[in-house]
């Protein structure tokens, strides 16, 4: 399962991947770096983008990826799918979310679905 760290051994480093419509992970991503922590967050525009940045967060050493509420259950599976359950991925989930009135991430975020404007 995950890495474990110490607080004394090394920085942690952790994953947030937030998912909007015309996002470019390679583009829209940060690094927060404090006393104990690396923080990456990235978005993505659709699922398969997040699969793939997941990936590479693992391939990183990340001990953990959040989700953004964005990603329905489809798409959390997916995740650790993708990570294949090397490292814990946990999320915040609005199955309905209301800032996409009231659809669920898995309708949105499918490369195939995308099916509104907001």
């Not at 947030?16 to 470019?24: P, S």
Request: one cysteine or more; aromatic letters at 10%.
């Amino acid at each position: 399962m995950g890495k474990k760290l110490s607080l004394n051994e090394e920085k942690f480093k952790v994953a947030f991947i937030f998912l909007n419509e015309g996002c470019n992970p390679k583009k829209d991503r940060s690094v927060i770096e404090s006393k104990k922590i690396i923080l990456y967050s990235v978005g993505c525009a659709d699922y398969s983008q997040a699969e793939t940045v997941a990936q590479e967060m693992l391939e990183k050493g990340c001990a953990a990826i959040d989700l953004c509420g964005a990603f329905g259950n489809e798409g959390v599976a997916r995740i650790c799918k993708a990570v294949d359950r090397k490292i814990p991925v946990g999320a915040v989930n609005f199955d309905f979310h209301p800032v996409f009135r009231d659809k669920s991430g898995d309708d949105l975020f499918q490369k195939d679905f995308w099916c509104i404007g907001l």
